[in-house]
Structures are given as structure tokens and as C-alpha cells.
């Protein structure tokens, strides 16, 4: 609902809402929704964020929903522009756009998937944020991706133990005490969730690059300090993969925070503490050109 001349949701609307309904002279309009409308809104009620606050600056967002198109994703995207106004939401359906309900800063908001195009259009030339909505733990596995490109290739069956390269999992460990580490100290500088936000969107960027950090594909995972992975990436490639996503979670955190240089430097001197302390099992695996990169 709209009060003057802003635009009210959620629990704020409601309150404002019940004011109103005290005082003499009011006006209601009431709007009706098509019924397949509200199926899927109540369908979009058991969704949770996936990804938050990514930003075309650093995500392409038509390549995001080739992505997702990929994945016969479910779900909704919230859309906002560069100061964070709700421009719309995008509902998706087995990865296909179906639905647009879109908020302007004027008029009444609507729905019309004529619109979706254009939509996607202006989100990408003029920027914006987007939070991705879906159920966790549905996209479809990484197996059934490959097999649509490769004929007679062994698909290893689900809970069946990946063979790992001789040394990865001391490699998986040394990366998750860096990613631990550094976590503890941004959010110690800054605030809770700070680092977590940085990597992810980071790994996001990456993934073009290093397949298994697709987010989708559900083979990397970092959480509560934790490493999950379910891939086949040599430990090489997994090592790259990593470091070239902090370096960029790093930038990220710099630009974030342009006046606190301490963020910086503490954490560069952390890594410089780290590769010194780990340099024979760094040397003895070959890593240690990786790690130092992360320190130019």
C-alpha cells in the first residue's frame, strides 16, 4: 500500500493499514487476483532466499537466468534498483519466467508477464540488486547435467564415496582454516554475515570459470566455518578455484569499505601468517604460488 507518497509493505503496511481503519472518511480499493495469480503466490510462501543482495555490477543478470534456465529452477527473484526501491518480482517456473509483478515508484503495482523483457532489459542497463528465492536442497543434481552433453559416461550413484587425488583432503582442510580465519576477523571489524556475503557473491562470479562453484550444482559449500564438497575438481583446480574467489571476496571487501583499512591490512597480514606457518605442506603439494596470490 502506498502512504503519501511512499510505498509501504509487510507488517508495516498492516499496522498503517488498521490506522487508517480508525479514522472517519476513508477509502478502501480492493483489487482482485486471478486465481493461477494466487496459487502462486501461496506457492511462493514455503520459498527461502538462496542468494542475497547480488548486484549486476558484479553478476550478469540475463546470464543468471540462462543459468537458471539450466537448472528448471523454481522460484521468484526480487528485483530492486540501485538505491534498493523494490522495482518487482519475477516469478520462475522449471526455469522459465512466467509471471512479473512489478512496483512502481508511481501508480498501482500489477501484474503482466508482457512485461518480463523489458524488465530483464532495464534490471541489466540501468543496475540493480536481486535476491533468488527457491527450496533448498531441489536443484537437480550435477549428474543429470552432464549426462545431457555426454553419451555412456558412468554416472557415480548418490552416496558412493568421490575418489580424491592423493593429498586434497589436507589441501580442503588448509582452505577451510583460511576461509574460517578470515570470516572470524571481518565480521569481528565489520558485522555478522559480512564475509559470508563477500565470498558467496564471489563464488558466483567465479563459477563460469571453475564449474563446481556453481551454486546450482551443489558441489561447494561453505558454512558455519565448514567446507562441504561433493565435486570431482582436481585439488589444483579446487585450490584455484578457492583462492581466485577470495581474492575477489577481498576487492569486494575493500570497495565495501573504502575507509577502514584495517579490514586489509589485518587480513593480508593474516594470509601472510597463514602461507608462512603451512609453507612445507604448501611446498610439498604445490600450492604455494596459489596462496601467494592472494597477497598482490
Known sequence: MEEGSERVIGQTAVRTLLDFSEQKDGVISIYRLLPEQVILLANSLS??????????????????????????????????????HPMGVLFIEGGEPIE??????????????????????NAAKHG?????YGKRGTPPPIQEIVSDKKENVPVQEEGAPVEREEGFNEILSLFQELLSTAERLVNSLSSWGTFKRAFKKSLIEKSEEFGFLDPFAGEFEYENGTIQFTGEAGKEEFARGIAESFRCALSRLEGEFPKEKMVSLKLKAGIESFIEHHRETLKRHNMEEILSTLLK
Open 47 to 84: 520459498h527461502e532466499v538462496l542468494f542475497k543482495d547480488l548486484s549486476t555490477q558484479f553478476v550478469h543478470f540475463e546470464q543468471f537466468l540462462m543459468r537458471l534456465k539450466e537448472e528448471k529452477h523454481t522460484g521468484f527473484i526480487e528485483v530492486m534498483g540501485k538505491d534498493h
Open 100 to 121: 512479473m509483478f512489478t512496483t512502481p515508484k508511481t501508480g498501482p503495482s500489477v501484474f503482466g508477464r508482457m512485461s518480463i523483457p523489458i524488465f530483464i532489459e
Open 128 to 132: 540493480a540488486f536481486f535476491n533468488v
